[in-house]
Structure formats: C-alpha cells, structure tokens
C-alpha cells in the first residue's frame, strides 16, 4: 500500500499527543528554565524537542529490538521513568532545583525534558505500535512519520512561546507555578510507578 494512511495518521498522531501533553508540559519547562535567560529557554525548547523526536524515532524502528537485545520490558521503563520524574519533582517542591547555569549542571532539555516527560514509557510504546501496524508499507511509515513530527512540532512551538507568559508571572508567579508543577509532576512520576508494578504484577 503505497497511499497515505490517513487513519493511521489520526490514530498515531491523538495517541502521542494525548501522552505527550504539550500543554500540560508546560508548567514544568518553565519551571525548570525558570534561571535562563530567554535565548536560553529557546534553545532548550528545541533542544528537548529534537530529543524526543530522536528517541522516539530510534524506538520506532529498532525499539523491539533494542528491549529484547536489553532484556528490559515496557513495565522497567515505566517504573524507571517514575523514579527518575519523582526526584525531579522533589526538587521542584524543595526549591532546589539544579541551576543549569552552573558548571557540570545537567541540561534539563534533555533530562528530564526531553526524556522521560516527552519521550516518556508510554510516548515509546504507542510509537512502537504504530510502526508495528504500519508494517513496510511506505504509505503507513509516512503517516507515522508525520503524526509524530506534527506532534514534535506543536511540542516546539508551545515551549518556544513561553518567555511572554513567563514574563506576565513575574517571579513570585513562577515561584508558584514551579511548586504546582512540583506537585503535578509527583502525580505523574506515581502513576507511571503504579502502571509499571501493576504490568508486572498481571504479567
């Protein structure tokens, strides 16, 4: 089949968007760029991106290779991804995050941006399906191609856009936004947890 799948598109494309949640993402990039600069927080935006954008793609194509090569199921990912989002979390309510001016500081576009909260366990998953039902035809390996770069894009665009909100906050609004998305993030981090240790426990 050599016609774009176009069923295939809208199936990848609301899966991935839904999980990847741009906008509710949001909170969280600005809080963990609150101390850059605004040339800085553009970069990141891209920079956490592209990141996801060549994780996903790596596990769409090899991904059922790579975890049988690792040994390592889905449920890991999902309760690894957990662990690694609730630290961040903690230091977003502890008010310690990791200034990423300072030197040996970690690029939070990549970590955790980038990867697990973009391109998170069930972002990998649901791209890995959609390759699976593509199968070699060009026109499904088309529409998963586009559903995921529209998403990436759309991902791009909102955390490019967020220096004017950021300068309506103010720093006392950040400060609260920051221990909201503490919060949110906790939740996040538990669930993906919970949904690991429940696959485990049904597997």
Do not use: Y
Not at 44 to 63: D, K
Not at 81 to 106: C, F, N, Y
């Amino acid at each position: 089949m050599t016609a774009f799948d176009a069923s295939l598109f809208f199936t990848t494309f609301t899966t991935v968007f839904v999980i990847a949640d741009p906008a509710g993402n949001l909170p969280v990039f600005m809080s963990l760029t609150a101390r850059m600069t605004p040339n800085e927080r553009k970069r990141a935006a891209w920079q956490a991106a592209l990141t996801s954008l060549v994780v996903l793609a790596v596990f769409a194509f090899f991904g059922q290779q790579i975890l049988r090569l690792l040994g390592i199921s889905v449920a890991s990912m999902q309760i690894s991804g957990g662990l690694l989002l609730l630290i961040v979390a903690m230091q977003l309510l502890s008010g310690r995050e990791e200034d990423p001016g300072k030197p040996g500081a970690t690029n939070v576009a990549l970590v955790p941006l980038g990867i697990p909260l973009l391109a998170g366990p069930g972002a990998i998953a649901a791209v890995m399906l959609a390759a699976e039902a593509a199968g070699k035809g060009v026109g499904g390996v088309l529409a998963c191609v586009a559903a995921v770069l529209l998403v990436h894009i759309i991902e791009w665009l909102t955390m490019r856009f967020a220096n004017p909100l950021n300068r309506i906050l103010g720093e006392g609004g950040t400060i609260f936004l920051t221990r909201i998305s503490g919060m949110l993030l906790a939740a996040i981090a538990v669930q993906l947890i919970i949904s690991g240790v429940t696959s485990v426990v049904k597997g």
